[in-house]
T-cell receptor
Framework: DSGVTQTPKHLITATGQRVTLRCSPR?????VYWYQQSLDQGLQFLIH???????AKGNILERFSAQQFPDLHSELNLSSLELGDSALYFC?????????????FGSGTQLSVL | DQQVKQNSPSLSVQEGRISILNCDYT??????FLWYKKYPAEGPTFLIS?????DKNEDGRFTVFLNKSAKHLSLHIVPSQPGDSAVYFC???????????FGAGTRLFVKA
């Protein structure tokens, strides 16, 4: 158990809909990262938050947004969903978010857009 | 633009033999490299890392080698065990960005 909690584990929705994925980092970790893993793809970096502030952005679509709340949990909002958004979404956390820190991953949210 | 590449989608090895997983990167700003292991229905877990100031790091059966001039790193597992069967991700991070970039992963099968 990594200590990172992601909910829900599975999500099935229709095109055009909006969903929210939730992540609770390990106790004491200030940084939260979101990654997307599509079929046969690696982990695509989406966004990194540190102590409530956005720190780095990857190839995150404009239809996607994220935030980190004062209690350090994070939410990833996906809107106007398309079939291609079907993927496994991982959240990870680390203590400070430094470049030489290892990440602790949750078990992911499997999103299916039908 | 794939900055971290794992060109072998899968690798099959006999139990007790050596497993060698390879990774190439293109961004010379990367200076910290990590390997993660992922079992089905679980998130990736950290395995081993190496800083760019080193060319080798060892932890039990796992050794990571870094060749900076070739922008290449490899993970050696000796001896391989059936429990090592998993997907292995190579990852890199560096100055100028607070993000860790992952490769596509290599699925390792260790046959008993």
């Amino acid at each position: 158990d990594s200590g990172v909690t992601q909910t829900p584990k599975h999500l099935i929705t229709a095109t055009g809909q909006r969903v929210t994925l939730r992540c609770s980092p390990r106790s004491g970790d200030l940084s939260v990262y979101w990654y997307q893993q599509s079929l046969d793809q690696g982990l695509q970096f989406l966004i990194h938050y540190y102590n409530g502030e956005e720190r780095a952005k990857g190839n995150i679509l404009e239809r996607f947004s994220a935030q980190q709340f004062p209690d350090l949990h994070s939410e990833l909002n996906l809107s106007s969903l398309e079939l291609g958004d079907s993927a496994l979404y991982f959240c990870a956390s680390s203590v400070e978010g430094g470049i030489n820190e290892k990440l602790f991953f949750g078990s992911g949210t499997q999103l299916s857009v039908l | 633009d794939q900055q971290v590449k794992q060109n072998s989608p899968s690798l099959s090895v006999q139990e007790g033999r050596i497993s060698i997983l390879n990774c190439d990167y293109t961004n010379s700003m990367f200076d910290y490299f990590l390997w993660y292991k992922k079992y089905p229905a679980e998130g990736p877990t950290f395995l081993i890392s190496i800083s760019s100031i080193k060319d080798k790091n060892e932890d039990g059966r796992f050794t990571v080698f870094l060749n900076k001039s070739a922008k290449h790193l490899s993970l050696h597992i000796v001896p391989s065990q059936p429990g090592d069967s998993a997907v292995y991700f190579c990852a890199a991070s560096g100055t100028g960005g607070f993000k860790t970039i992952f490769g596509a992963g290599t699925r390792l099968f260790v046959k008993a």
